[in-house]
């Protein structure tokens, strides 16, 4: 299938300051729940590339558990940020399916929800065990799919309920590594072996329930494109059922709300 309209528009959207911002300041404390794992399972080895780095988060984790750290993403601001951010790291623009490393440079690769941004997952897996020597380690995470994500069934539901959830351009699996027949047949298909899967726990705390629909509007690419492809009316609809159903339902107590989102986090050795 043709994925170069959703390719454009990741590239496009995150090469946005703003989008970049709206990412950090909303949509990661949830994503950097999982990093504490993802260190772990590499913890201990030598050079370390962080794929889909983004604004860093992981590669100041990893770098402050020891690891000599590269850093690689496709988006000149986030990697703006990740410079200022860990400067003792090195951080590289490039491609997830052609990256500009040799072969057998890293002991270890880790790519936290990076995966479901990428229009060529089989490719990216192919260079990742391309540069992992052999042996090597790569730990890797996507979000669980809306059947038991309460972040998804909160959005899809209002999307259903509102809106037309086919106005989004084609796109890849977002939630590849929690299918895991799925991940273990692509995983066996790039060279890799004996792949360990864990359920990994996340959350959006929220102060206000009209931040949720804020995460999807300002801070993604993929759900802000299925948004803005909807009438102005259908919208605003969308908007208040999300912020309706998260006040309703999420409520953790001395007003925060906080919507749970869960991720698969797998760990593979390189054949």
């Known amino acids: 299938m043709d994925y170069d309209d959703f390719a454009a528009a990741e590239k496009s959207g995150w090469s946005d300051d703003g989008r970049a911002d709206a990412y950090i300041a909303l949509f990661a404390p949830a994503a950097d729940q999982l990093i504490p794992p993802l260190v772990a399972a590499v913890t ?16 100041r984790h990893l770098v402050d558990a020891g690891m000599e750290v590269t850093g690689l993403d496709f988006s000149p601001a986030m990697l703006d940020r990740a410079r200022r951010h860990v400067p003792e790291a090195d951080f590289v623009e490039g491609d997830a399916a052609d990256l500009p490393f040799a072969d057998d440079r890293f002991d270890a690769v880790v790519c936290n929800v990076g995966f479901g941004h990428l229009p060529d997952p089989a490719a990216a897996l192919a260079e990742i065990a391309r540069v992992l020597r052999p042996g090597g380690v790569a730990a890797l995470t996507s979000w669980r799919e809306a059947e038991v994500s309460p972040t998804f069934q909160v959005f899809f539901g209002a999307m259903k309920a509102h809106g037309d959830p086919s106005r989004a351009p084609p796109a890849p699996d977002f939630h590849l590594f929690s299918r895991r027949s799925a991940a273990t047949d692509v995983l066996a298909a790039a ?3 004996a792949p360990v899967f864990a359920d990994l726990d996340a959350a959006f705390e929220l102060s206000d329930p009209g931040h949720f629909p804020d ?18 009316e259908a919208r605003a609809a969308i908007r208040d059922a999300m912020t309706g159903q998260v006040r309703e339902v999420f409520g953790a107590g001395a007003g925060t709300w906080r919507v749970p989102f869960p991720a698969t986090m797998v760990s593979a050795r390189r054949l």
Do not use: K, S, W, Y
């Not at 201990?44 to 992981?58: R, S």
């Not at 995460?215 to 102005?232: G, H, K, N, S």
């Open 215 to 232: 995460i999807f509007e300002t801070a993604t690419v993929r759900a802000a494109m299925l948004l803005q492809a909807q009438d102005p």
């Open 191 to 193: 060279g890799f072996d």
């Open 44 to 59: 201990g080895a030598g050079p370390v590339l962080d794929l889909c780095c983004g604004h860093g988060n992981a590669t």
